[in-house]
């Protein structure tokens, strides 16, 4: 009989049984009826060129870890993978090697692929899906219809982040210090054709519809972004004009405390309200701030920037004249494009009145007392009491403001307003790697001219068709010139064979821009539960076996965006009737960012990203695996520490070599039932392990399972069932490794799908306490005793320990006090 089991070999058993759940088709999702169900998701990745790095895999892991567990707990199981493929990083990354996006793309998804198989990842592949197929683009467009067909697709001028270099329209995240956030190119505001998306028509619904959900904070982030504000909307004539400057304001009640009002650069009254003796600085200053991104303008750290219009507002109430500024912390396309200014009571308008000295009066006092506010070292923003404000003095905010309200409506002044910071959606993109708009125009053709390729000729934009449902997909054209221009129609228009086209006699133009990456994102999740249907996106009896996702696990980088478009997108679904549940997502999740081992984020600018084909090289899937998950908190950022893994390796090496050999050393000599202790440490492993799963404190379980693997190396010959109780344990969190003892132990098939250990209660609760021995209530020594002590107990237990005796010695006890397992204490006098 072996005394020493063969060298544990990553290289060989991890692609051994890798290549076994391939063959048997482990992990594809099935439903059985009675039975419960969990579908667990990954923000699918997109593939760019650099392949993975060792920060990638910790929310795959996490969610892997899960659904293993899922399984061996009787539980139907969805868990898909797919690729985000659209995009500017794919075109850019095709247009600097001189490839196509089609060819990049799929060299891309071929390397993330072998890696994500080489870590033992549980997916159901069966369903793998890109947003670049045609069977999805075809359903993504037909989403667009819907929302077309409800007046929530709708084309719009707009002012753009423009940036000539990409040929194309940037989100504000997008734009840093006036320049691409990719390539540092410079960016223009400039007024495009846009096709947007009316988000802001479920502004409310998005907002209610996170109550009930289990999100971390990211609910608060969605409603910020949202942005909610109730207030009212006040005009103020302009002096010497029969126009007024309309201005939103959540505090109407602080109305008698504004002392100059700004109006965005792009507001269309500037030029017309400007004196001629400000002309030249009010329009210099417009053009140097056309370039910069709405995030740039509103930061509150920046200097505060404007210039003097010339101009004067008189007051709605009081008559008086308050000048007119344009400062570019004020955006034309949020609200009105102006503001009342109140510095005592708004911090960015106190910054920009010391700035540019001007007058700052108190009209909310926190006492109701009246404070001289060349002191101030910034706006008082609370709520108080009303001076200085006629009519509204001496009352409370929340008064002030009612009372405000009825006066500005009483006189038509101003009304009430609920306004929001959401903006519509700006979902069109000059590009060419995108899923094609399915709309198409009329053109009309000159005089003499037959052929719009070749002859002068007017599309008629305001007429937007949309593509019948039986034409689609709407297939991109194939372009050898696939590079932006400064064009703002895109690439697309130059494949002219493919734009113009003739039906019943009459022209048409398609739509050439392309829908943002966002699109194929937004709904993802359902098209996995049906990926083959050519039919319908989904069948109705697939959503309603799996939806909606219970768990949703990716980067905290889409807390806004992503989560906001995905669940717009999925409440008009609903509202057609297509899903079921109002929300997708019911569990969210951020994993925390892998730093590199000096401590900053992993780029290949910095030298410091490690690659996990390296680290599977040297230490195997399982140690990569088990490892990120013993590093701490998975919502927590933490430096990568490649002695960690080696650390790791070592646990794996002991659980091989401890338990490799159980089978063979069953019913020798030394193969007896464990002792006391070590059998309660294994229930309670058991125990703690599932409980740290299902909260997915995988970094304790992981040390948990340490801990164990470390008393059953000390036991001279493991039993059998002890020896399998670990593997199973050990299985979601190095598979490969778990599989292999499974099979040495005597399994007959993959254990994915075996029972979960279960435990004796009994077992888990220590017979033996230690307690603390108080003298008057102060700390005095530590004693162990059993769990079911009684007074007399505890009193032999103290009888003779020095530490007791030296504050007891010589007084009288007055009071004995012991509460089991919670309090020993001794009154003495």
Not at 745 to 773: I, N, R, Y
């Amino acid at each position: 009989m072996s005394t020493k089991p063969p060298p544990y070999d990553p290289a060989t058993l991890e692609p051994k049984w890798q290549a076994h759940w391939e063959r048997e088709r482990t992990f594809e999702a099935r439903r059985h009826p009675g039975r419960p169900k969990a579908y667990v998701l990954d923000m699918f990745p997109y593939p760019s060129g650099s392949g993975l790095h060792v920060g990638h895999p910790e929310g795959y892991t996490a969610t892997d870890i899960t659904c293993r567990y899922l399984r061996m707990r009787g539980v139907d199981v969805l868990h898909p993978m797919g690729w985000d493929a659209f995009g500017l990083p794919a075109e850019q990354h095709a247009i600097a090697t001189g490839t196509h996006p089609a060819q990049t793309t799929a060299k891309n998804i071929a390397t993330f692929k072998r890696q994500l198989k080489s870590l033992g990842f549980s997916y159901d592949w069966s369903r793998e899906l890109s947003t670049t197929d045609e069977a999805y683009v075809r359903w993504t467009q037909w989403i667009f219809l819907k929302l077309f067909e409800r007046g929530l697709a709708y084309q719009a001028e707009l002012p753009v982040n423009w940036c000539p270099a990409l040929g194309t329209v940037l989100a504000n995240e997008e734009v840093i210090d006036g320049k691409s956030e990719r390539g540092s190119h410079p960016v223009v505001r400039l007024p495009l054709r846009q096709w947007t998306l009316k988000i802001t028509a479920y502004a409310d619904p998005l907002v209610k519809g996170l109550e009930g959900l289990d999100w971390p904070e990211t609910k608060e982030k969605q409603v910020h972004w949202i942005g909610r504000s109730e207030g009212a909307e006040v005009d103020f004539a302009l002096e010497g004009r029969d126009e007024k400057l309309r201005i939103f304001t959540t505090r109407p009640d602080t109305l008698f405390g504004a002392t100059y009002m700004v109006i965005a650069p792009e507001h269309p009254l500037l030029e017309a309200i400007t004196t001629p003796a400000q002309r030249a600085k009010v329009l210099a200053y417009r053009d140097s701030v056309v370039s910069k991104s709405d995030l740039d303008r509103t930061g509150l750290a920046r200097t505060k920037t404007g210039e003097f219009t010339g101009a004067h507002a008189l007051h709605p109430l009081t008559g008086k004249t308050i000048p007119i500024w344009v400062a570019d912390f004020v955006l034309g396309s949020y609200g009105t494009g102006a503001i009342m200014s109140v510095p005592a009571h708004d911090q960015r308008d106190f910054e920009f009145a010391r700035t540019f000295g001007l007058p700052v009066v108190e009209v909310v006092s926190p006492d109701g007392q009246l404070h001289d506010t060349s002191t101030w070292t910034e706006a008082f923003t609370q709520e108080g009491i009303a001076v200085r404000s006629e009519f509204l003095d001496g009352k409370s905010t929340a008064d002030a403001k009612a009372a405000m309200l009825s006066r500005l409506e009483r006189d038509a002044l101003g009304e009430r307003r609920v306004q929001y910071r959401l903006r519509d959606w700006v979902f069109s993109r000059q590009r060419y790697w995108g899923e094609p708009i399915p709309i198409y125009f009329p053109v009309d053709l000159a005089p003499g001219s037959t052929d719009p390729r070749k002859d002068p000729h007017t599309v008629r934009f305001d007429r937007p068709i949309a593509v019948d449902e039986k034409d689609l997909p709407l297939r991109l054209p194939d372009l050898e010139d696939f590079r932006p221009s400064d064009d703002p129609a895109g690439p697309l228009s130059r494949a002219l064979d493919w734009r113009f086209f003739q039906k019943d006699g009459q022209w048409y133009a398609r739509e050439t821009n392309t829908m943002p990456q966002w699109a194929g994102s937004c709904w993802y999740y359902l098209r996995f539960l049906d990926p083959k249907n050519t039919e319908a996106p989904f069948s109705q009896q697939a959503y309603d076996a799996w939806m909606p996702v219970d768990l949703y696990v990716g980067g905290a980088e889409h807390a806004v965006l992503h989560l906001l478009y995905a669940r717009f997108w999925h409440k008009v679904l609903f509202d057609c009737g297509v899903v079921s549940h109002p929300e997708p997502f019911q569990k969210l999740v951020h994993q925390g960012m892998i730093l590199g081992e000096d401590g900053g984020k992993m780029a290949k600018s910095r030298g410091n990203v490690v690659n996990p084909d390296d680290v599977v090289s040297e230490h195997g899937a399982d140690a990569l695996r088990v490892y990120e998950m013993f590093m701490g908190p998975l919502e927590a950022v933490k430096p990568w520490q490649t002695r960690g893994v080696i650390g790791v390796r070592r646990f794996l090496d002991r659980a091989w070599s401890t338990l490799a050999l159980a089978k063979e050393h069953a019913g020798g000599k030394g193969s007896g039932p464990l002792d006391d202790e070590t059998l309660r440490l294994l229930h309670k492993t058991v125990k703690k392990v599932g409980e740290d799963i299902e909260a997915l404190r995988f970094n304790t379980a992981v040390s948990a399972l340490m801990i164990l693997s470390n008393r059953l190396a000390e036991v001279p010959h493991v039993p059998l069932d002890a020896a399998r109780t670990f593997t199973l344990l050990l299985a979601p969190f190095a598979p490969h490794l778990a599989e292999e003892l499974w099979e040495r132990l005597g399994g007959e098939k993959s254990l994915a799908h075996e029972p979960w250990p279960t435990f004796d209660p009994a077992l888990t609760v220590d017979d033996e306490v230690e307690m603390g021995v108080q003298v008057n209530g102060k700390l005095r020594s530590r004693v162990k005793l059993r769990r079911d002590a009684t007074e007399a107990d505890v009193r032999a237990a103290i009888a003779n320990d020095p530490a007791v005796l030296s504050h007891t010695q010589g007084k009288t006890e007055k009071k004995f006090v012991y509460i089991p397992g919670r309090i020993i204490n001794l009154v003495v006098a």
